[in-house]
């Protein structure tokens, strides 16, 4: 099971990185930090293997499968592109964008954990070589939570003063088509 601090820790640190690219970003609203927190968890999604277990696809398929990939940038890259398939075309970029922020945050909180926990193949399908970094904390250091939080309150502070400003305009688009 996912370790509740580990992955409120994800889904905490992308919104903050998303709140405060909204200050400089007006497109990405509240909804598409929400997005972000969602992208923050796509890496997990290898632990689906709990629930439905590579065999069972296995037999199913009548081809090896695996859910590791999922915890590397090929699977997460594969997985952004069905989601932004799913939503209107408008908000296709953006939901991209936003997934990959979520996703990318992970990947680095990731490479701040103490080895083994902290090694994976995070550059596959490149190369199959573990990426390992000598570490930070563990995912079950609950000290984390606690900063993710702080970290997402400060970030939602300083966009809420920031809206508060009255040179702030609200974008039309979801996001401009020139960039």
């Not at 923050?40 to 277990?53: A, E, F």
């Not at 964008?97 to 994976?120: E, I, K, M, Q, W």
């Not at 930070?136 to 970030?155: C, K, M």
Request: hydrophobic fraction near 50%; proline fraction near 8%; charged fraction near 15%.
């Amino acid at each position: 099971m996912i370790d509740v601090a580990d992955g409120l820790t994800h889904v905490l640190v992308a919104y903050a990185l998303a709140t405060l690219l909204s200050v400089r970003y007006p497109w990405i609203t509240a909804r598409l930090a929400t997005v972000a927190m969602v992208g923050g968890m796509l890496p997990d999604l290898n632990r689906l293997k709990w629930v439905v277990p590579p065999e069972t696809i296995e037999a199913m398929l009548g081809a090896s499968f695996s859910w590791r990939p999922m915890h590397s940038i090929g699977g997460v890259a594969v997985a952004i592109c069905i989601a932004s398939l799913t939503v209107r075309a408008e908000y296709r970029r953006a939901v991209a964008l936003l997934l990959a922020l979520g996703a990318l945050s992970h990947f680095a909180l990731d490479l701040l954990l103490v080895p083994p926990a902290g090694t994976y193949q995070y550059l596959w399908p490149l190369t199959d070589a573990d990426v390992v970094f000598p570490g930070f904390y563990s995912s079950r250091d609950r000290w984390v939570a606690p900063v993710s939080i702080v970290l997402a309150l400060a970030a939602r502070s300083v966009a809420r003063r920031h809206s508060r400003s009255p040179e702030r305009e609200s974008p039309e688009s979801p996001m401009p088509v020139d960039g």
